[in-house]
């Protein structure tokens, strides 16, 4: 291993250039829209290999010049500007403004909260999209904040899309998502699923990572952080590309874009679309995906600009959902492709375990300048989503029939005829799906008043409906006629066929409306906010299976929730910064928390959980160097833990559990070191602290009737909290061989990954002993790989591009849940993918 990793270094790090010196061309580069120097501009000599990047501050010098001789400059996302100029010495061109080439795009920042370095008091991370486009390769959202401190991304069980997030040890429950500020966690459960986005990052401009409160403004309460995804707009100049990738296991892409620039009557459109396929790197994980993107944007005046956007990303993938232990991965073929969940039906590949789903997003925006002091941001938005994830009815995926061997595909010819067997043509297995279609509407206002040169006032609403439509259908019955489903009371002994619902069938209504106000003042080298915010969150449940028609709809529930935050951010001179936010909020329970035992029954003694955050963070940056640190503190209290038990006269309750605390800190820091015009290193640490904070001792569960059901000791202080490594590092050095060829290396390790658990699964006898520490996964480390060239095909700029993830092919385990004996034996878990590859071209017009 060291052997390999010394001779990637030398490739990336040994070459050096120098240039004649008979010359040179200097200047800074600013951004037009918030005035600070720009970052990994690429300053050209057309005609010629010279060039330079553009450091922290903006600035940019290329020697070896003499004669005439033009400098393009070109930021993505940003107007390209040529300059030509007669060298015979050192010429400075001064100041030179990079204006963006995207419509509104400063309006939807606004709107999304993005934060601002060295004045919004919190710990940022932040992904431009030259380098999403050049990191994206076969990765997903998740993924390309790896080397993000706090966070801890898996492909989870391979599929397409099914990468998973955990930031500062909270998942995606506990960390809003918003795209262009629109907020997409699910609005009964919280979470995020990334195959609902796949593929969106070709039209990703931005992706920010608010760690801790965040700077949203929205009434989303966020524990772990905030992960804004800001799309393209439409572009001001008229332009687009295509491209082709192509990579291991049959992955292929195609994309392209096209923007019609800005008219002369304000008019402008972008569109730009792709489809992805390829046979999965785990065996039966094929998949099929496409996404698109539009924007028809009027500005009508100086003061209105209207945005219609519309994005979306179909697909349907086959899915790996079980683990098992180190051993049976072991005896497998290859431990890290096999896959218990899929078969071969006549000869062709059949998944058990499949997810298919399409949720188009789309907005109206309507941003207003007021006047020269006020603005109003206003979206309106809807999202119809529809789809659902497969799985099995009546065998058990590890002891279904297979065609060879516990380690080969499933047999569904073997099935089949065991459907055969029965004479009335019912079915004993079957193929079904869970479905969780939903309908969102939703509006999001934020309007902005400088009261005077230093104080803003910031207030907004933000209104939702949401619809979730859950339920099972058959979706093979294996060469059966019908399937006999009880499910219904008002239809019982239903002969259910293909494409009927079956199981369950219920209807979750979520409304929601929030208020947000937020103060921020700004006076030479001090920047502070306060912000509060309220909502109220209204369940309701309806039950078309389990009641009849006059009980099916259950009474609404209503949760007020409420989040309070401050900051405030010191420039202490101009290379350091010192920073502190602290905040308090209640959320709302989940849905499935507000109902007792999946039915229409109440839970009464449901509480908000409420959540304390503090951090203090600290800046240094130089011409050529800049790092941040930060500490955190979050405390979760009466963390919901809900049991369903029976009483004493067999009657079904749920038992709330109050006063359970997790605590989660640590520190981060991020860096950035340019240490040549041609050679960058960026880097980071994150070491968490995670853990349950208290025992709840002598626990007594009383049912309706205030019989004693059960007692217990729940010991769980200082276990610590699972499912996400909680010391990572990352180091990525960049080198320009030439000004066209960028060469690029990611180190990645990760330690201190406990395997997820119940902390309920700790519960012992009154008295007991302390509970066992989880099993702790070994440690890993890994290496990437990226290459990168630029060239011209007649007037048009192309690019090359590899990528190589894993390159050392390294095995490791990267998603494990608890065992009995809480030892390796035990886990069960998932191994990560080892390399894998992409390669591609993508030509811009």
Known sequence: MMKQVLVLLTVLFSATFSYAQSGSVKGRLIDGENGEGVFGASVLVVGTTKGAISDFDGNFKVDGLSGDVTIRITY????????????????????????????????????????????????????????????????????????????????????????????????????????????????????????????????????????????????????????????????????????????????QKTSFALSTGLSETGWAVSLAGAKTTGDGYVDGTWFEGYNYFFNVTKQINDSHILSLTGFGAPQKHGQRQNRTTIENWQNAPNPLTFNYDYGIYQGEIKSVEDNFYHKPQFSLNHYWTINEKSELSTAAYASIGTGGGGGNLGFNNFNAPRIAGQYSPIDFDALVAMNEENVDGSASVALRASRNDHKWYGVLSTYSNELNDNLTMLVGADLRYYKGIHFQEITDLLGAEYYIDNSDVNNPNNAVRTGDKYGYYNDGVVNWTGAFGQLEYSKDDLSAFFSGAISNTGYKRIDYFTYTPDQQESETLNFIGFQTKGGANYNLNDRQNIFANIGYFEKAPIFDNAFVNFSNDVNEDAVNEKIFSVELGYGYRTTNFNVNVNVYRTQWIDRAFLRSLQGANGEDFTANLTGVNAVHQGAEVEFNYRASGALNFRGMISMGDWQWENDLENVQVFDQDQNLIEEFDLKIAGLKVGDAAQTTAALTGEYRLLPEFKISVDFNYYANLYASFDPLSRRGDVGSAAAPQAWKVPEWTTFDLRLKYDFKIGDFDASLFGNVNNVFDTEYIADANDGANHDAATAVVWYAQGRTWTGGIRLNF
């Open 76 to 251: 993505l996302g940003y107007a390209t500007i040529e300059i030509e100029r007669n060298v015979t010495g050192e010429v400075d061109l001064g100041e030179l403004t990079l204006e963006p080439t995207s419509i509104g795009l400063d309006q939807i920042e606004v709107v999304a909260s993005v934060a601002v370095d060295r004045k919004t008091p919190v710990a940022t991370s932040s992904i431009k999209a030259l380098e999403i486009t050049e990191r994206a390769s076969n990765q997903e959202f998740p993924e390309l904040l790896k080397s993000t401190p706090g966070v801890y991304a898996t492909k989870a069980g391979g599929g397409f899309g099914d990468s998973r997030i955990n930031l500062r040890g909270f998942n995606s429950e506990n960390v809003a998502v918003l795209i262009n500020g629109v907020p997409v966690n699910d609005m009964e459960n919280g979470r995020v699923y990334w195959s609902n986005w796949a593929g969106l990052t070709d039209v990703t401009s931005q992706m920010q990572v608010q760690r801790g409160l965040g700077a949203s403004k929205v009434a989303v309460p966020s524990i772990g952080g905030t992960i804004n995804i800001l799309t393209k707009t439409t572009d001001a100049e008229k332009g687009g590309n295509i491209g082709y990738s192509f990579g291991n296991n049959g992955f």
